[in-house]
Every structure is written in C-alpha cells, then in structure tokens.
C-alpha cells in the first residue's frame, strides 16, 4: 500500500529493490508457503523489502511486488511518526468482521493510481514473525485495510480487482498512459 503523506522515511544502508509495476505476471500469480528451505532467501529479502517499502514510500509491501513468490509481507503504517514495522510471515486471515469498511487505496505497483476499496471493517490474522515465532494480531481501521490489501497480493489479486470491470480498466488504461507518457518524456 502507499504511504499517504509525503514525509520521507529516514535512509536505510540497506539497498532497496526494484518495484514490478502492472500488470505483470507475478503480481497475478499466487504465492507459495514459506518453508524452513527459504529461510536465508527470506533473511536476506525482509531488510531490504523494509528499505524498498520506507524508501518508496509505502506502508505496505508483499514479497511477489519485488519478484519474489514467497508468501512474506512487510507493513509499517509509523503511527505518529514512529516506526512499528511488522514483518509476516504465511500471513493468514482467520476472522473477518460482517461490517464492512471504505476507504482510498493506492498500491506502489499501480502508481499514482487510487480508488476506494471496501472490505471487512475488522480482521484477525495469523502469522509467523521474523524469528518464526506464531503471533495473532487482531486490525480495525487503516492497519485492516492494509493487511488485506498486502494479503491480497500473495493470491495474485490488486486492490483494482476489487473494482467493477468498468472503473478497473479505466485505472489500468490511465496507468499505461502515464508511465508511456513518462518513458517518452525521458527519451527527450
Ligand atoms: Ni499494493
């Protein structure tokens, strides 16, 4: 998910990485489960997801954004500035509240696009932590629209598929308009 404000996240020595943009395929893919087998892979991508998401600046980054179709997230919404990253692990939702809740999505893989998304207004996931540990966080407002959102991308789905055909190929169409529009300012 995209930070709202334009504040900049202190500079990270670690080397963020590259954002895939949409449509690619990755970002439609599903996700595999994280096994012990990944856990250098892991160790040496949750650092530098952290630096790509501060350094975009997001609040949200899910693992396929940056090539990877590991199921791994990483979210800091730094509530009143401070930083309170959480980094999951085979993240899953295992209540959802009957209430609904709207609010403005971007996505740091549609740039400069939003719309508003609705979703449970309340969600309880589960997860493992960076040290593997089982941890359960129960979400309302802004921190249960972005875990939904970055869950969302570990099945392959966009905050635009949440959309009516209509208003999803309208974002998709002005997407490649900008970034062509910009790839041919840069060749000037
Ligand atoms: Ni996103």
Redesign the pocket.
């Known amino acids: 998910?995209?930070r709202m404000t334009t504040e900049t996240a202190a500079a990270e020595a670690v080397e963020s990485l590259p954002i895939l943009i949409a449509p690619h395929p990755i970002l439609k893919a599903r996700a595999r489960a994280i096994g012990p087998a990944d856990d250098s892979t892991v160790r040496d991508l949750i650092p530098r997801m952290f630096a790509t998401m501060y350094r975009a600046p997001?609040i949200?980054?899910?693992a396929p954004?940056v090539g990877h179709g590991l199921r791994l997230v990483v979210i800091d919404l730094m509530p009143d500035d401070k930083p309170q990253p959480y980094t999951m692990i085979n993240p899953e939702i295992v209540a959802a509240s009957p209430d609904l809740a709207t609010r403005e999505?971007?996505?740091?893989?549609?740039p400069g696009q939003y719309a508003d998304v609705t979703r449970p207004a309340k969600v309880a996931i589960r997860y493992l932590d960076e040290a593997g540990a089982r941890r359960q966080v129960e979400a309302d407002g802004l921190l249960a629209a972005c875990l939904q959102?970055?869950i969302?991308?570990l099945d392959g789905v966009?905050?635009v598929d949440h959309l009516s055909n209509l208003k999803r190929n309208m974002i998709m169409r002005r997407l490649a308009k900008e970034l062509r529009q910009k790839r041919d300012e840069q060749k000037r």
């Open positions: 998910m995209r997001g949200g980054l899910a954004q999505e971007g996505c740091l893989s549609l959102h970055e969302d991308h966009l905050f």
